[in-house]
């Protein structure tokens, strides 16, 4: 099983949809976890942490179910300018490691 | 000036040849990484640095080697280019590990 596994799309929704992603991870040691947009051929940016409560920044709400290894982003009244890579992220789960990044899933709003 | 600068942006270098990609942080955090992303295999792990001191292997660091001269500074080389290492090269740092990282705009080197 890959640590970080997303389906990468393309999901392609009309401008004011509402799309969700999800996401899966192996470790269960790990501890921190985020989405972060990649516009392309530009560095990656965080977007929100996911907090196990779940957290809502604007349009986009994160989730996260530790029994299942399961997060999720939803995107609400979705905007040509939310047309990126979405990457789900986690931490390795032990002090000494490093973030480990999903592939990614591309989002084409249209018009 | 950006949190973290990659360089140079761009490069193109022939195989055999020894480059150096160099990135600086101004946020003054001890943990500094260096990424490549090809396309359909997203982001991999080079090596990493918590401290000045203290560097590791990541999940693809065969071919590769790194310097942290401050802590403000880790640099990636690669000793001896080869056209499989053509990709985007982004650095990154951090404050610890429950924080999400600020990365740099990264270098795209083209090894022909």
């Known amino acids: 099983r890959k640590e970080v596994e997303q389906d990468p799309g393309p999901f392609n929704v009309p401008e004011g949809a509402t799309v969700a992603f999800n996401c899966t991870y192996s470790?269960?040691?790990?501890?921190?976890f985020f989405w972060y947009r990649q516009d392309c051929r530009k560095e990656p940016k965080l977007l929100m942490s996911v907090y196990s409560s779940g957290n809502e920044d604007g349009r986009f709400t994160a989730q996260l179910n530790r029994a299942s290894q399961y997060i999720s982003l939803l995107i609400r009244d979705s905007k040509l300018s939310d047309s990126a890579t979405y990457l789900c992220?986690?931490?390795?789960?032990?002090?000494?490691?490093?973030?480990?990044f999903g592939k990614g899933t591309t989002l084409s709003v249209s018009s | 000036d950006a949190d973290v600068t990659q360089t140079p942006r761009n490069r193109i270098t022939k195989t055999g040849k020894r480059i150096m990609l160099e990135c600086s942080q101004t946020?003054?955090?001890?943990?500094m990484y260096w990424y490549r992303q090809d396309p359909g295999l997203g982001l991999r792990l080079i090596y990493y640095?918590?401290?000045?001191?203290?560097?590791n292997k990541g999940e693809i660091s065969d071919g590769y080697s790194v310097s942290r001269q401050a802590q403000a500074k880790f640099s990636l080389s690669l000793e001896s280019a080869i056209p499989n290492q053509t990709a985007l090269y982004f650095c990154?740092?951090?404050?610890?590990?429950?924080?999400?990282?600020?990365f740099g705009s990264g270098t795209r080197l083209t090894v022909v």
């Open positions: 640095s918590f401290d000045v001191k203290d560097i």
């Open positions: 992220v986690v931490n390795g789960g032990q002090a000494g490691t490093a973030l480990i």
């Open positions: 990154a740092t951090s404050e610890d590990r429950y924080y999400g990282y600020t």
């Open positions: 470790n269960s040691a790990s501890q921190s």
């Open positions: 946020k003054g955090h001890d943990r």
